[in-house]
Nanobody
Framework: QVQLVESGGGLVQAGGSLRLSCAAS????????LGWFRQAPGKEREFVAA????????YYADSVKGRFTISRDNAKNTVYLQMNSLKPEDTAVYYC??????????????????WGQGTQVTVSS
């Protein structure tokens, strides 16, 4: 089992920044790919970003590329999502998730075995 706890969400004006954190406990953190997803009201949960166990491979959704940065600190069992130039359409509940490091298709919800409870991000115009 891996337990994931997100933090860092809040209310910010358009153009502002937030940094989300996801602290993990349980099994060996470095055995997992870490991903961020988000779900806006009335919409399906969607992929935002993912990072390999070593940090050497990173993927972003086109909608956040160039604005968001995912990173991880395996010594601290924590993954981060730095969000800059936020837009109202970034408003959503953000979830971190963990997938076994040898599993592919990191953009797919079904690839992830463990999920956090989510943290609300609201961007006002």
């Amino acid at each position: 089992q891996v337990q994931l706890v997100e933090s860092g969400g809040g209310l910010v004006q358009a153009g502002g920044s937030l940094r989300l954190s996801c602290a993990a406990s349980g099994r060996t953190f470095s055995n997992y790919v870490l991903g961020w997803f988000r779900q806006a009201p009335g919409k399906e949960r969607e992929f935002v970003a993912a990072i390999s166990w070593s940090g050497g491979l990173i993927y972003y959704a086109d909608s956040v590329k160039g604005r968001f940065t995912i990173s991880r600190d395996n010594a601290k069992n924590t993954v981060y999502l730095q969000m800059n130039s936020l837009k109202p359409e970034d408003t959503a509940v953000y979830y971190c998730a963990a997938a076994p490091r040898d599993r592919g298709s990191w953009y797919r919800i079904q690839s992830y075995d463990y999920w956090g409870q989510g943290t609300q991000v609201t961007v006002s115009s």
